[in-house]
């Protein structure tokens, strides 16, 4: 069957059950007389199934080595041979559940990787089996899925060297009056305190840090001595207010609410994730919730951060979820946030 695949019908010829696509939802610990890690990888097959599988790294390692032995140049004089993408290395010291979460990123790109080779790589015997969903992985029930989203997460095209700013030069505010955070999201500071500023939320909110904790505040609790510069203010214009009001879909239990939430001062088409996390609890009025987004297959990934938001805007300007006029093109879907019932978890 190898050698009937050609050119750009390889795909289509595949049959169903053929894994396209990989990402790690999670990462749990092993139970055994040694602590080991195991990561939870969604899979999705070309038939459009998906199913959850659990590896531990070293059968990340196995499976590498086989690949090589069969389809690298250096190893293999044969006509199919092709590169290999790189395994992040082994790490021998250190504390075991850092490094797992450390690799994440990293196994990602190389299954994405991996699952992008010619067509027939994705026959190969060895690259199926790892990632079969065997008997012993159907059995098993994710205890959380943190990490639940596209595999394109965080795969990015290049890398910006992050620049190192003297202490005496950054944006920085002196706080008027105590304030207390609401939430997690939100600093707490007294009056007098120094609050070096990281960007500006809306015309109300600033981000900041204050004792090595990072939050929003409100602008008006303090005194801005040094404004962030006109080029961060110039970037963050471009993702300033666009409309007033955005749809929001609550997940109960039994059913869907549909709200359509309206603000005074604006939204912008990428709001900042905590300033949207601590608006939806106040909504809410509760603090155990989740935001999520539809992604174009239809299906509910959790957000997590600013990276999300990113994603989320980019694929609603493409494909508008929202057509009415003065509303954002996205459609925030709220859950509880220890429900998983929501996401496509089954094939």
Same mark, same amino acid.
């Given at each position: 069957?190898?050698?009937?695949?050609?050119?750009?019908?390889?795909?289509?010829?595949?049959?169903? +059950?053929?894994?396209?696509?990989?990402? @790690?939802?999670?990462?749990?610990?092993?139970?055994?007389?040694?602590?080991?890690?195991?990561?939870? =990888?969604? /899979?999705?097959?070309? %038939?459009?199934?998906?199913? $959850?599988?659990?590896?531990?790294?070293?059968?990340?390692?196995?499976?590498?080595?086989?690949?090589?032995?069969? $389809?690298?140049?250096?190893?293999?004089?044969?006509?199919?041979?092709?590169?290999?993408?790189?395994?992040?290395?082994?790490?021998?010291?250190?504390?075991?559940?850092?490094?797992?979460?450390?690799? =994440?990123?990293?196994?990602? =790109?190389?299954?994405?990787?991996?699952?992008?080779?010619?067509?027939? #790589?994705?026959?190969?015997?060895?690259?199926?089996? !790892?990632?079969?969903?065997?008997?012993?992985?159907? *059995?098993?029930?994710?205890?959380?899925?943190?990490?639940?989203?596209?595999?394109?997460?965080?795969?990015?095209?290049?890398?910006?060297?992050?620049? /190192?700013?003297?202490?005496?030069?950054?944006?920085?505010?002196?706080?008027?009056?105590? !304030?207390?955070?609401?939430?997690?999201?939100?600093?707490?500071?007294?009056? %007098? +305190?120094?609050?070096?500023?990281?960007?500006?939320?809306?015309?109300?909110?600033?981000?900041?840090?204050?004792?090595?904790?990072?939050?929003?505040?409100?602008?008006? $609790? /303090?005194? #801005?001595?040094?404004?962030?510069?006109?080029? @961060?203010?110039?970037?963050?214009?471009?993702?300033? &207010? /666009?409309?007033?009001?955005?749809?929001?879909?609550?997940?109960?239990?039994?059913?869907?609410? &549909?709200?359509?939430?309206?603000?005074?001062? %604006?939204?912008?088409?990428?709001?900042?994730?905590?300033?949207?996390?601590?608006?939806?609890?106040?909504?809410?009025?509760?603090?155990?919730?989740?935001?999520?987004?539809?992604?174009?297959? %239809?299906?509910? *990934?959790?957000?997590?951060?600013?990276?999300?938001?990113?994603?989320?805007?980019?694929?609603?300007?493409?494909?508008?979820?929202?057509?009415?006029?003065?509303?954002?093109?996205?459609?925030?879907? @709220?859950?509880?946030?220890?429900?998983?019932?929501?996401?496509?978890?089954?094939?």
């Amino acid at each position: 069957m190898n050698q009937q695949l050609r050119g750009e019908s390889d795909y289509e010829q595949l049959p169903d +059950d053929v894994p396209v696509s990989a990402h @790690v939802a999670d990462v749990e610990q092993g139970k055994g007389i040694s602590a080991y890690f195991i990561f939870v =990888i969604q /899979v999705k097959l070309k %038939g459009g199934g998906r199913y $959850f599988i659990f590896r531990r790294y070293r059968q990340f390692h196995s499976l590498q080595a086989k690949l090589k032995s069969k $389809f690298n140049p250096e190893n293999n004089k044969n006509f199919n041979t092709c590169v290999l993408p790189a395994l992040p290395g082994k790490v021998y010291l250190g504390n075991k559940q850092e490094i797992a979460e450390k690799r =994440i990123h990293e196994l990602n =790109i190389y299954m994405k990787k991996l699952l992008a080779l010619p067509a027939w #790589i994705l026959l190969d015997e060895d690259l199926r089996i !790892f990632f079969y969903q065997t008997t012993e992985d159907s *059995v098993q029930v994710p205890k959380s899925l943190r990490r639940l989203r596209p595999p394109t997460r965080r795969v990015q095209t290049k890398t910006v060297k992050e620049e /190192v700013i003297p202490e005496d030069e950054k944006p920085w505010a002196e706080a008027l009056y105590n !304030f207390t955070g609401a939430s997690d999201l939100e600093l707490t500071f007294k009056a %007098g +305190d120094i609050i070096y500023l990281l960007k500006r939320v809306n015309e109300q909110w600033f981000e900041g840090i204050h004792s090595q904790c990072t939050g929003i505040f409100p602008k008006s $609790f /303090v005194k #801005i001595i040094k404004d962030l510069s006109q080029e @961060v203010a110039a970037t963050q214009e471009v993702k300033r &207010i /666009v409309a007033h009001w955005f749809r929001c879909v609550y997940h109960k239990e039994h059913c869907c609410e &549909i709200r359509d939430i309206y603000l005074k001062t %604006g939204i912008s088409l990428q709001p900042e994730y905590k300033m949207l996390l601590s608006m939806m609890r106040a909504e809410f009025a509760t603090e155990d919730i989740a935001l999520n987004y539809c992604d174009p297959e %239809g299906d509910l *990934v959790r957000i997590l951060d600013d990276t999300d938001m990113e994603l989320m805007a980019m694929e609603a300007e493409e494909r508008r979820k929202v057509n009415k006029a003065d509303f954002v093109p996205w459609q925030l879907h @709220v859950s509880k946030k220890h429900d998983l019932s929501i996401y496509n978890i089954h094939p």
